[in-house]
């Protein structure tokens, strides 16, 4: 009897030892396919495949198109609410009146706002690599205005033609009565719009993560796939990124509203894996859209903003560029088109008309071939992205179809 226990016991533990084995060659065979086709999914690129990847691309927008389509009608109560809204005020508009003044303003104020929610929204929504718009046009603008400000002795510039482009008010400004705060001040509006603007790009992770989270079905994004295994492998984490991750993960977790706050409050290339934390551990979407919204559109819009302002400020400014002129040899070349630019902005400031000379200097120039590249690098991305989530696609509906047969 006491032979035969022990035989039993042996053949339990050989059979849980092989069921151990099969389970780890499962997870294993599962792992390296997955590397397999994300490798197959990352060459599918315009550069290498371009009429794959564009006919791929077309046919990811034919698809997105129908969902949307599709989720339009499910709510088609409130597209046609929406849709009388707009025909009020598309009567409102064009009708003559004394109300005409107060349209105009608030078509302008609108359009201003919607452009800088816009341009935040692209910065931080996922599409592609991410469109840098703080460096390419709130970064810039910032600058401009701290810049004409302390010319100029005055904010009140002359509208129009701002803000599509900044001349002197008549008269002379006192220069000693520009501040941090009266700059700060006049560019509030579009830097709290733009910041807005990436809160409100920070909820498609989250929604996603949380989906997922409540069907239990199996994500198709790759980032809450690599946040999954993350989670499996937190005990065995050993490099500084996958570290941070966790620190970050952590965080939101347990201190909730106060951890997303402080994660959104200070420039973190993390923050994704904030909003599918929050989404896979179902934390309200006010507790994290809230938090988000303060953290980026007040507290770290008032950082990055002071920064620029003093980056940019008059006396800085001088420094810097006298500091260029004293690097032996070079210095005095390299300082020569910067004084040119900066006295070139400065006669802009003061034209009546506000236009811009005739002798476009150079840095100008590079600095707009930067701007279209970095679009047209940020339009080829989308491009690729596309294509390969339609190449995701195609791969999970063979394995579907594989495992019905």
Not at 23 to 47: A, C, H, N
Not at 110 to 139: D, K, N, P, Q, R
Request: aromatic share 10%; proline share 4%; glycine share 8%.
């Amino acid at each position: 009897m006491a032979a035969n226990g022990a035989s039993c016991e042996q053949s339990q533990r050989r059979s849980g030892a092989k069921d151990k084995q099969n389970g780890k060659s499962t997870d294993s065979i599962l792992r390296e396919r997955r590397l397999k086709e994300k490798e197959e999914r990352l060459s599918l690129v315009l550069w290498r495949k371009p009429v794959t990847t564009l006919r791929y691309f077309l046919l990811e927008t034919l698809l997105k198109l129908k969902e949307l389509t599709l989720k339009l009608w499910q709510r088609r109560g409130v597209v046609l609410f929406f849709v009388l809204i707009c025909s009020l005020f598309s009567m409102a508009y064009s009708t003559e009146g004394g109300h005409q003044e107060y349209v105009n303003y608030l078509e302008k104020k609108f359009l201003w706002c919607a452009y800088w929610v816009g341009l935040g929204i692209l910065s931080s929504v996922g599409l592609g690599t991410g469109l840098h718009t703080f460096l390419l046009y709130l970064g810039p603008h910032i600058a401009s205005v701290t810049l004409a400000a302390y010319e100029c002795g005055s904010i009140d510039f002359p509208e129009p033609p701002y803000p599509d482009h900044i001349i002197c008010p008549p008269g002379e400004g006192v220069e000693q009565s520009i501040s941090l705060l009266t700059i700060m001040s006049k560019v509030r509006l579009e830097a709290c719009m733009w910041g807005a603007g990436t809160a409100i790009g920070e909820l498609p992770p989250y929604f996603m993560a949380r989906a997922a989270r409540q069907s239990g079905a199996d994500p198709e994004d790759e980032d809450y796939e690599e946040f999954e295994e993350m989670l499996e492998q937190a005990q065995n984490a050993q490099d500084f990124v996958t570290r941070a991750k966790l620190g970050v993960q952590h965080m939101v977790q347990k201190v909730g509203f106060f951890g997303i706050l402080a994660c959104a409050s200070i420039p973190n290339p993390l923050f994704d894996l904030a909003g599918i934390t929050c989404g896979h551990f179902l934390v309200p979407f006010w507790t994290f859209f809230g938090a988000t919204l303060i953290g980026k559109a007040i507290i770290k819009m008032h950082i990055q903003k002071l920064f620029v302002i003093i980056t940019f400020s008059k006396h800085i400014v001088e420094q810097m560029v006298s500091l260029i002129g004293s690097v032996p040899k070079v210095g005095p070349s390299i300082q020569k088109p910067f004084s040119h630019y900066l006295e070139a902005q400065r006669n802009k400031l003061h034209l009546a008309g506000g236009k811009a000379p005739a002798d476009e200097n150079w840095l100008s120039w590079i600095f707009e071939k930067v701007v279209l590249i970095m679009v047209c690098y940020f339009v080829i991305s989308i491009v690729n992205s596309m294509a390969q989530s339609y190449a995701k696609r195609l791969q999970q509906q063979r394995h579907s179809e594989g495992k019905t047969k």
